[in-house]
């Protein structure tokens, strides 16, 4: 069994505690956002999978994600535009995203949470959350550049 086939089985065993009824498409979504670590927008997975269900919308990817965001299996990335994208990794990391295609990649760095701490020393705020991004030039875009 693959990490993403058990994070699949984990999932769904969520959903079903969730009392989320599994349907096809739903499953589809689900495997597709685990498989990819692409952090797609709602159009791209549709777009992904409107082959295998013709009958599907981009409305029904978008409930599909909001019900998996709503019992805490993605999280919704918003970055102030209509294109939201949806993370499947909801631990604590961070993105680095590229200024030229828009690629988002996750990274690591678990010593920041002790931005935290300092927040709270110097400014007596109880502080419950931190956001991160690095921007930059993505090494796909690099090569290509370089050509
Ligand atoms: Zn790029
Ligand atoms: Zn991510």
Redesign the pocket.
Known sequence: MTVSDKRLQEAIVTLKDSGVRITPQRHAVLEYLLNSMTHPTADEIYKALEGKFPNMSVATVYNNLRVFKDIGLVRELTYGDASSRFDCNTTEHYHVI?E????IVDFHYPSLDEVESLAEQVTGFDVNNHRMEVYG??S??QSKNAH
Do not use: F, L, N
């Open positions: 590229c030229s295609c828009g690629k030039i993505c796909d875009c």
